[in-house]
């Protein structure tokens, strides 16, 4: 006689909406977040990295997934990608307390190479892990609800805009999101800065950084 199939566990359905309170504010939603288990990144990953910084800003910037040191620590952008990002927001004329920083995954995806011995290596969310945790990232969004949304790299800008989104296209101008007209500004993440060759490379993807973060700054006003 045929068993009855189980029911889908919570990993399988890839969907964070129903860890996703319905009342209370962002405090409420990190705890929340914090016991999420809506795709299976959580099971080798150290904790929940949820978003930080002011609650009322008026930017919202947006990365890809916590790093190896954001997932140690429970913070974002608490290494040198991050250290990249705040110089880069005030040189561009945006105040750093007036900002709020998450990402677009909140767990750590990665994977081991067997000649780097226990290093961890950063491997890219796919799409399906993306759309999973998106009831997190639109929580935030809603509660914090910024003058104007960043997207820091392919990763962030795709999971706001769709597959179709090309960061090399649509970066350093201003994009409609949802209702909320145009308030997106969609950039490079900073590591590029540091993975860019040479002193001369650097210093042009750090200026086109800063070039697009001044678009933001400007629609500000």
């Known amino acids: ?6 029911a889908a ?6 969907s964070a909406t ?10 409420a939603v990190r705890k929340a977040a914090a016991g999420c288990r809506g795709c299976p990144l959580h099971e080798a990953a150290t904790q929940t990295v949820f978003g930080e910084g ?13 790093g190896d040191q954001e997932d140690r620590q429970g913070k974002p ?21 007036d900002t709020y920083i998450t990402n677009a995954v909140k767990h750590f ?30 929580a935030e969004v809603r509660l914090v609800d910024p003058d ?33 007209g145009e308030c997106l500004v969609a950039t490079i993440h900073p590591s590029a800065v540091l993975r860019a060759d040479g002193d001369a490379d650097r210093e042009e993807v750090y200026a086109g950084l800063v070039s697009d ?6 629609a500000l006003g």
């Not at 006689?1 to 189980?6: G, I, N």
């Not at 319905?22 to 405090?27: A, I, T, V, Y």
């Not at 949304?149 to 409609?176: C, D, E, H, N």
């Open 109 to 138: 995806k990665f994977t081991y190479v067997p000649e780097r011995g226990k290093r961890r290596i950063h491997k890219a969310p796919s799409l399906r892990e993306m759309t999973a945790c998106k009831p997190w990232l639109d």
């Open 54 to 66: 002011n609650p009322h800003a008026g930017v919202l910037l947006i990365g890809e997934q916590p």
């Open 77 to 97: 952008f608490v290494g040198p990608a991050g250290r990249v990002l705040n110089r880069a927001l005030e040189e561009a004329g945006i105040d750093p307390d």
């Open 148 to 180: 104007i949304l960043v997207t820091l790299g392919a990763t962030a800008g795709k999971a706001l805009l769709g597959s179709s989104f090309r960061v090399t296209k649509q970066r350093g101008i201003l994009l409609p999101y949802e209702e909320r």
């Open 9 to 14: 566990s919570p990993e399988e359905a890839y």
């Open 18 to 27: 129903p860890f996703v309170p319905e009342r209370g504010g962002l405090s």
């Open 1 to 6: 006689m045929a068993t009855k199939s189980a």
């Open 213 to 218: 973060l001044r678009i933001a700054a400007r």
